[in-house]
C-alpha cells in the first residue's frame, strides 16, 4: 500500500502562497493523490486530486512530479480561514482513504 | 439533503453502555464510509458499503463494533459495551464515482463519543 510522508507543520503568512509538499515515493501507476482539509471541529473536506498531470480548481493547484514520487498543494492566496490540516493520501486497499497524520497549517495575518 | 448529516453531535456513555450513531449520506450516493478518530490523530478506516452491502470491515476494532446500511442509505454504527479507548469522533462519508474513477468523498461533521 501506498503512504505519503508529510511535514507536521508549517506556517504561511496571510495573502501568501501556501506550498505544502507530499512525498509518495511508493504509489503505483494507477493511484490517484488524494488532498483534504480538516477545520477544527468539522468533518474532512476534500480539495483536489489528480493522477499524472497538474490539476487546478477554484480552492487549489496540484503539482505532481514526474515520477509520480511526490506532489504540492498549492492555496494562492492563503486566508486565517485556511489554517486547518492539510491530508495528503494515496488510495490504499480497494476503497479506503489512509489519511496520516497531515501536515497543520497555520495562517499568520 | 445538501450534505452527510450525523447524529447525535455528541455522545456521553457510561463504560459498558451501548450506543448507536446514524449516518444519513447524501442523496443517491452508494459509497459510504465510517472513519473513526481519536485526539490529536488523522481518521482511520472502519468499514464500507456499497449500497446495502457491507463490502470492507477490517478496519472495526473489535466485535464490540457493529455497521449495518439495510436500505442502502441510512448507516447506523453500533457500539456494544463501551470501554473508554472507544472515546473518538466518528466520521461518516459517502460518494458517488467519478467518471475518472476517483473516489471523492464528502464528510458529515461526527458524531463525538466520550466514554466515562
Known amino acids: 500500500d501506498a503512504k505519503t510522508t508529510q511535514p507536521p507543520s508549517m506556517d504561511c503568512a496571510e495573502g501568501r502562497a501556501a506550498n505544502l509538499p507530499c512525498n509518495h515515493s511508493t504509489i503505483s501507476g494507477n493511484e490517484y493523490v488524494y488532498w483534504y482539509r480538516q477545520i477544527h471541529s468539522q468533518g474532512p473536506q476534500y480539495i483536489i486530486h489528480g493522477l499524472k498531470n497538474n490539476e487546478t480548481n477554484e480552492m487549489a493547484s496540484l503539482i505532481i512530479t514526474e515520477d509520480r514520487k511526490s506532489s504540492t498543494l498549492i492555496l494562492p492566496h492563503a486566508t486565517l480561514r485556511d489554517t486547518a490540516v492539510y491530508y495528503c493520501?494515496?488510495?490504499?486497499?480497494?476503497?479506503?482513504?489512509?489519511f496520516g497524520t497531515g501536515t497543520r497549517l497555520t495562517v499568520i495575518p | 439533503g445538501a450534505g452527510v448529516s450525523q447524529s447525535p453531535r455528541y455522545k456521553v456513555a457510561k463504560r459498558g453502555q451501548d450506543v448507536a450513531l446514524r449516518c444519513d449520506p447524501i442523496s443517491g450516493h452508494v459509497s459510504l464510509f465510517w472513519y473513526q478518530q481519536a485526539l490529536g490523530q488523522g481518521p482511520e478506516f472502519l468499514t464500507y458499503f456499497q449500497n446495502e452491502a457491507q463490502l470492507d470491515k477490517s478496519g472495526l476494532p473489535s466485535d464490540r463494533f457493529f455497521a449495518e446500511r439495510p436500505e442502502g442509505s441510512v448507516s447506523t454504527l453500533k457500539i456494544q459495551r463501551t470501554q473508554q479507548e472507544d472515546s473518538a469522533v466518528y466520521l461518516c462519508a459517502s460518494s458517488a464515482r467519478q467518471k475518472t474513477g476517483a473516489n471523492v468523498l464528502t464528510f458529515g461533521a461526527g458524531s463525538r463519543l466520550t466514554v466515562l
Open positions: 493520501i494515496v488510495k490504499t486497499g480497494a476503497n479506503n482513504l489512509f
